[in-house]
Structure formats: structure tokens, C-alpha cells
């Protein structure tokens, strides 16, 4: 792309304005922009076509230490995506690639060399999968189930395994891959829709419907896994968490992925109530976070790529439109309207 053609451009933005207490509102963010500038020495300009928008989000917003600091007030809110690179002062990135990155919430990103690793900035090839699958499947969610089932889960052909959140992103990857591995798959989710989808389209053995009433949980882990849970994907925490701790088996493995019921609490975090299971079946709770697997993407990405090409895997993205519609498109999540991977399409491809 030209220089003229560059700083004809405009960068809107959305940064952090203030911290959310409960659910974030459109006062919690500001509307900004900026003029998009040449890209230095080993540099490049990147275009964003679809941003990822993440659970983990809720958390950047809040001061205090985590996994990854928190987004500062002012700043653009972080979040990972897909784009195009622009302008290339690179020798490594020309001018068309396809690339992932993590973007932030704006239409343009302009990168040093020196702040290539920081940001995660990796070609991708878009016959391994759609743009959107490598936000999906062959991205950040997909790493985390596969990783999380793979390393914490440890499945084995034979046994059960629950997953919440299963019409989500990590979920679908999870049960997807566990049906894979031999496992029972038992999804829980809110609503007929989304478990009629994960049990006729993925595959997954049952599905409990965890909004259908008081006890759906805990009878549908009586009816769908006779046998006990030997693994439990947890992407909910709070009292599905508790339920399913009740119904665990000797040497299970509960893989703490996340807690989305408990992220825009007023009060103190609900913890388990049940851990005392732990001690009985001599089983074992285990946090994950995706990053701690980025040396080891690329084989997993290999493997799913492998699983959506011969139809044994399908992944399905829930696609907003416009930069403008991030701040409602968010909430989906947390209201469960979202129905597969939450993705904001930025430009068009
Ligand atoms: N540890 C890591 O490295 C890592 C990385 C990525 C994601 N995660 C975590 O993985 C989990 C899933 O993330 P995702 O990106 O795949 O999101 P997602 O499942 O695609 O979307 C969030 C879903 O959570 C469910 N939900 C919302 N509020 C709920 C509540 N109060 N109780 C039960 N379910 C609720 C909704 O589904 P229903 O309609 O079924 O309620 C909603 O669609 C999140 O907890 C996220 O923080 C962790």
C-alpha cells in the first residue's frame, strides 16, 4: 500500500475509559481515534479483519494480578485477531500475508520488530482452515481445550467426560477432540438449542440442559454418565462446578479452565463447596493457561486441521459485524447468546 494511501486512513479504536463493577456498560470504554502512521525500520502495519472476543476480556478490565497484567485505563482494549499485513518494512512479513496477532480492539496496528514475539505475530495459512477458524478451532480457544483435555485431562478410551460450556469455543473443541480420543462425551448447556447442536452435529453422547430447571444438572449426571465422571472440563465454576464434583470417580481429573458464572460477581468469588470429593476418589483439580502451550501450537493446529478436513471436527463461530457493535457483542457471552466462537468481524476479507 502507497504512503498516501496509509495516512489517508483512519484507526478507530476502543479503549479501556473506566474499570466495570458487575457488567461492563458503554460508559467502561471510549471511542478514539488515530491517524494511521508508516511503518519503522523492520516494522509493519497490520489490518485487522476479525477480532476474537474472549471471556478473559471481563478480567483484563480489573485492576489486580493475574495470569497477564491488566488492560491500564486509556489504554486500547486488548484482544487477539486476524488480519492482513499492509505495509511491510519486514523482511519476514510482505505486503498480503495472512496473520494472527494480538490486535486490541482498533481497525490498524502498527508493529516494531521488537514487539513481533510480545504481540504473538505468526503467519497463518488459510488452507489449514477459514479466517475465522483461526480464531476458533485452530486459535487461542482451540489450544486451550486441546491442551487442557491433552496434558490435565489425560483421556483414555473408555471414560466419561463432562464438559461445560460446550456449545462455546473451548467446549466444542474439547468434546470434539475427547469423542475423538475414545471418551463418553456429556456436554452441559443453557438451553435446547445449543445441546440439540452439540449431540446431532458434534457428536457428543448427551447434553444437559443446565437452564431447563433446579436439579437438571444434577439428574442429567445421574441419567447420561452411569458410570461416574472420570474428567471434568470446567469452563463455568460456581454451583455446576459443586454438582459434578458429586459425581466424580477415584483418580479423576478436573481441569480448571475457567469460571465465566463467577467473572462479573459484586460479592467474593463462589468457591467449590464439594472439594472434599478431591480427597475421597484421591482426585485432582488443576489450573490451565493456554500460553504455557505456545511452543507446542503448531502440532496441535496440525492435528485439528487434520480433524476438520476429513470432517471428523467442525467448528462454529458466532460472527458480529462492525468495529462499532464491540461493546453490546461482548455481553453476549455473558448472557449466553452467543452460540459458538464470539468473533467481531472488523473489515471484510
Ligand atoms: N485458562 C485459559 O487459558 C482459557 C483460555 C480461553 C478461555 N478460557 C475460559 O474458558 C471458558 C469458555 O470460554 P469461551 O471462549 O469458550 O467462551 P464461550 O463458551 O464461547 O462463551 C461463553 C459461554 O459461557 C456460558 N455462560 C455464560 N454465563 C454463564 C453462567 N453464569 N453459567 C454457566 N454458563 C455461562 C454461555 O453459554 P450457555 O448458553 O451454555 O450458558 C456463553 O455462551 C471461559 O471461562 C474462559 O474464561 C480459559
New binding site residues.
Partial sequence: MSDTVLSSLTNHQFRLASRPVGLPTRDNWSATTEAVAEPEDGGVVLQTLALSL???MRGWMNEGRSYIPPVAIGEVMRAGGVGRVIASKSPHFAVGDTVIAGFGVQQYLRLGAAEFKRSGLVKIDLRMGSLTQWLNVLG??GM?GYF?LMDVGQPQAGETLVV????????QTVGQVAKIKGCRVVGI???KA?CDWVVNELGFDACID??AGPGAVREGLKEHCPKGVDIYFD??G?E?LDTVLARINRKARIII?????Q?NATTAVAGPKNYLSLLVNRARME?????DYADRYHLAVLEMAGYLKDGRMKSKEDIVEGIAHFPEALL???????F???VLQVADE
Fill in positions: 474472549d471471556p478473559a487461542m480457544p486451550t487442557g461445560s460450556g460446550a456449545a462455546g469455543a473451548v467446549g448447556a443453557g438451553g445449543k443446565y437452564k469452563n463455568v460456581g455446576i479452565c475457567g469460571a465465566i458464572s467473572y489450573g490451565i493457561v493456554v500460553f453476549k457471552l455473558f448472557n449466553g447468546e452467543n459458538g466462537k464470539l
